[in-house]
């Protein structure tokens, strides 16, 4: 057992001035649009209105259980209510959505197999297919009474060493340097033949937090180890950051927010004094290289639903694509067993074990998975609710909404009214949550925050209701009270309201 907390490495603070200048030089010099340029005046005065946070919380505002606006599925709710097609999609491109929903499902097998269209498994994963993470489309948990991690994993990640290492991050060269012999995740499967790499332990200890009116809520703190490593120690400086599969609804809507909207929100050095100083992650997108605003995963790394699919492919199932074209996956040069395990390329289909138009398909499916309308949004409870998530100071960060770009590539995402509740920005959230991990300009201590809509349906999708980037907490009350940070404030709120004012809050997030 490598107990987690002794593992850590933090970066000195010497590091992380370095890296802080090197940030504010970069964002300086970025050709991120810090203005919209995809509206006339007149639309440009029309989102400024709409997107206005509201004061009057006597009725639900125009427009606001259409949570994904003109997308939203209206459908009956259901255990598959994640896995409706967005309603902007035309009818002639539900073909490639039901062609990219396969190809999600689909099983791949270890090479060489018989069925050479699906093999290329691994040869280290973590998983056989997209769907055995994403259920139902919808979010991963940590793995009750050892049986294996499947929708949850294990990023490994060593600090930058040397200055010119640090320059490498903070220039957005790279997010992060690899494990020297396990990479940049912890496969707990490999095909037969091969060792795993090792099994992800947790450990939790409860510690109770007493909230106004004297209720007691149990907060349960994780302590996450490798177990049965299968090549040797790992690096003693490499950093373990738990990760469980977020809900996969809405994502081209996301993507489709203008860079300037987000960008609007950020507050480095907290200048109005809130004491919320959201940052942009920046990273490179894989095909073009160029600088591009991080906004998928728990950490933003990534800057499009492209760019996370491939990694996907190539990190959780082994499987190559024309952006992540090793057909090794994960598998170091040190792990000379792994490289030497045949692969599922087929010259005639392509270079890659998954050619380009299955990496199309799946990305597109992925990007189209509609967000369900809301429920109750006008009861008298639920919006007692919202002004209290108004008035707690959540909404700092769970922004309420945006307007998408009018110029979007897929007409289907254009210029909707979206309420997605989060500012895609980075933020301190305190020592509690943090994994001492750095992820290009996120440091150890920072996330990104999370979208709402759709969490009140977690149950009903997912059949669990554990939150936050690893699942530690078993509810809604307790993914609050594990703010900390720039959150803390808002926090403390929360735990001194009366206990019908918590419920009213709890209940409007159930509405999302
Ligand atoms: C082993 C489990 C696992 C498998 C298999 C898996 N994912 Fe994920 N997925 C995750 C986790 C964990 C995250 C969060 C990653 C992070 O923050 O580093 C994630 C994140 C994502 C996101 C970003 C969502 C967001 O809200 O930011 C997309 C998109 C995605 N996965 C698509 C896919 C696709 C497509 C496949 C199949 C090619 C796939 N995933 C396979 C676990 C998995
Ligand atoms: C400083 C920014 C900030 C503020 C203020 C804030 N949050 Fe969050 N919130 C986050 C981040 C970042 C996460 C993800 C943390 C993690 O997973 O470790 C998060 C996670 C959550 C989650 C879990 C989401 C998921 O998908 O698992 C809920 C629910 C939530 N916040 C509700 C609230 C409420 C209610 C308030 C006000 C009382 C609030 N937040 C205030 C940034 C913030």
Redesign the pocket.
């Known amino acids: 057992m490598l107990p987690f907390p002794a593992r850590r490495l933090l970066l000195s603070a010497a590091a992380c001035a370095t890296i802080a200048g090197f940030s504010a030089a970069l964002a300086a010099n970025l050709d991120l649009p810090t203005k919209r340029t995809d509206l006339t005046e007149a639309d440009a005065k029309r989102v400024a209105d709409v997107t206005r946070p509201t004061t009057d919380f006597s009725k639900a505002e125009q427009y606001e259980a259409m949570q994904a606006g003109g997308a939203t599925s209206i459908d009956p709710v259901t255990q598959d209510s994640f896995s409706h097609i967005s309603a902007t999609i035309p009818f002639e491109e539900e073909q490639p959505f039901r062609l990219g929903n396969a190809l999600?499902k689909k099983l791949w097998v270890s090479a060489p197999s018989s069925t050479q269209a699906s093999d290329g498994l691994g040869p280290l994963f973590?998983?056989r297919?997209?769907m055995?993470?994403?259920v139902n489309d919808g979010r991963?948990k940590p793995p009750e009474g050892g049986v294996s991690a499947?929708?949850?994993?294990l990023?490994l990640s060593r600090p930058a060493a040397t200055p010119e290492e640090q320059r490498a991050i903070a220039s957005a060269e790279i997010v992060n340097f690899p494990d020297p012999i396990y990479g940049h995740q912890l496969q707990d499967l490999a095909v037969p033949g091969l060792p795993s790499e090792g099994k992800m332990a947790i450990r939790y200890s409860e510690e109770p937090v007493t909230l106004a009116g004297g209720e007691i809520v149990s907060l349960r703190r994780p302590t996450y180890a490798v177990t049965n490593p299968g090549y040797g120690p790992l690096d003693p400086t490499t950093t373990l950051s738990p990760?469980?599969?977020?809900a996969?609804i809405g994502?081209g809507l996301i993507e489709a927010i203008p860079e300037a909207d987000i960008l609007a929100h950020a507050d480095p050095e907290d200048r109005d004094g809130d004491g919320i100083r959201g940052h942009a992650q920046i990273v490179r997108d894989h095909r073009t290289g160029k600088i591009a605003l991080g906004r998928?995963?728990?950490?933003a790394?990534n800057s499009s639903?492209r760019d996370?699919?491939a990694d996907?492919?190539s990190n959780?199932?082994g499987i190559s694509t024309p952006d992540r074209p090793d057909a090794h996956g994960d598998c170091t040069a040190a792990e000379t067993k792994c490289q030497a395990m045949p692969t599922g390329v087929q010259k005639r289909l392509g270079n890659e074990e998954a050619p380009g138009p299955i990496l199309d398909l799946?990305t597109f499916y992925?990007a189209n998975l509609a967000v369900p309308a809301r429920r109750k949004a006008s009861f008298p409870e639920t919006l007692k609710g919202k002004e209290i998530l108004y008035e707690s100071g959540c909404t700092a960060c769970h922004v309420p909404k945006f307007v998408t770009r009018r110029d979007s590539l897929d007409k289907a995402q254009s210029f909707q009214l979206i309420w997605p509740y989060s500012d895609f920005l980075l933020h301190d959230m305190g020592e509690g949550l943090a994994d001492g991990q750095q992820v290009g300009l996120a440091s150890g201590r920072e996330w990104r925050t999370p979208p709402l809509w759709g969490i009140g349906l977690t149950k009903t999708v997912s059949g669990h209701s554990f939150f936050l980037h690893d699942g530690r907490a078993r509810n809604l009350t307790e993914a609050i009270l594990w703010h900390g940070g720039e959150a803390q404030k808002a926090r403390d709120a929360f735990a001194s309201l009366p206990e019908g004012n918590r419920q009213a809050l709890i209940t409007f997030l159930e509405s999302l």
Do not use: E, Y
């Not at 990760?243 to 977020?246: E, G, S, Y």
């Not at 998928?296 to 950490?299: A, D, E, L, M, Y």
């Open positions: 999600f973590n998983a297919s997209c055995s993470c994403h991963g499947t929708s949850m994993f990023r990760r469980v599969a977020p996969m994502l998928f995963g728990w950490k790394q639903v996370q699919t996907a492919f959780d199932i799946v992925s």
